[in-house]
């Protein structure tokens, strides 16, 4: 039953250009992330003082950074940071939020108040100076995207919790984190799902951003922040450095925000009416 069911969203999301799209662009940079694992052109570490900033070759295809590296096989080893990043994003931010709309959503008044009063404060103090490092990515990403995600869905998951079919679940003896995760959580999967593509989106920009201010990803370890960071001082003189890095961020941006919408609309039985018999 689950597989089919998946079958039949994966099925509706390639069927429509957008999401066929975010599924082509996706499912390359998780290649690309296992691929540079083993291998890439060259390795990250061969400077060549001699061919810096060089133009696109045979033997470098996107062409050579500062120190003479080979930038494609940067952009390789970087993608699977970025995919780290995402991942750790995403999954924090889901945790997170989802922890905060059950304690909103609790049959103890206490807690759901105080759940609300504490995400009211905690959106109004993000930004905690941790230094430079992947968590300050995942953490700042994360838990603004979970506390954003919690607020969004509280009307539809009170509505949910205050249901019929959740009070005769409760009547029966089921426990509470089984009636959310069975009853409340499908109810607000599309919040669920818009939240974490917005998450992911945001954590790839992040990432060039505070790495260039920083704070992001440390000195050495590849990622497409620490790319565009090297090479933008000197766009005006060697402008294609920056381009590569750039595009890719754009390219796999959009492709996660269309993913999110493309899997939102597919799995919605409402909008997919492929679902409704499955």
């Known amino acids: ?10 099925s509706t999301m390639w069927s429509h250009g957008t999401g066929r799209f975010a599924l082509i662009v996706l499912g390359l940079w998780m290649l690309i992330s296992v691929v540079s694992l ?6 990250l570490w061969k400077t060549d003082g001699y061919h810096v900033w060089a133009a696109p070759s045979r033997a470098h295809w996107p062409g050579t950074d500062g120190t003479g590296a080979d930038l494609f096989s ?15 994003t995403v999954a924090f931010a889901a945790a997170f939020g989802l922890l905060l709309v059950a304690m909103m959503v ?11 009063v504490a995400i009211d404060a905690l959106i109004s103090m993000l930004a905690v100076p941790m230094g430079a490092s992947v968590a300050v990515i995942v953490l700042a990403c994360g838990f603004g995207y979970g506390l954003n995600l919690a607020r969004v869905a509280r009307p539809q998951a009170l509505l949910a919790a205050h249901s019929m079919y959740v009070e005769s679940a409760l009547a029966n003896g089921a426990s509470a984190p089984r009636v959310f995760f069975t009853h409340i959580v499908p109810n607000i999967m599309p919040v669920l799902i818009v939240q974490c ?9 992040a990432e060039a951003g505070l790495t260039y201010l920083g704070v992001g990803v440390p000195s050495g370890v590849p990622s497409w922040g620490h790319s565009l960071s090297t090479s933008v001082r000197f766009i005006n003189i060697y402008p294609l450095t920056v381009l590569w890095p750039g595009l890719l961020v754009t390219i796999v941006v959009v492709a996660l925000n269309l993913f999110g919408d ?3 609309d597919a799995s919605d039985p409402l909008i997919n009416p492929r679902l409704r018999g499955a």
């Not at 940067?74 to 990043?85: D, E, V």
């Not at 593509?197 to 945001?202: K, R, V, Y």
């Open 38 to 43: 083993f291998w890439t052109p060259q390795s």
């Open 106 to 116: 609790s049959r103890h008044s206490a807690l759901a108040h105080g759940a609300v």
């Open 262 to 264: 493309a899997l939102r």
């Open 197 to 205: 593509s917005l998450s992911a989106g945001t954590a790839v920009l």
């Open 74 to 88: 940067w952009l390789m080893a970087g993608s699977r940071t970025n995919l780290l990043i995402v991942l750790l």
């Open 1 to 10: 039953h689950g597989r089919r069911r998946m079958r039949i969203v994966l």
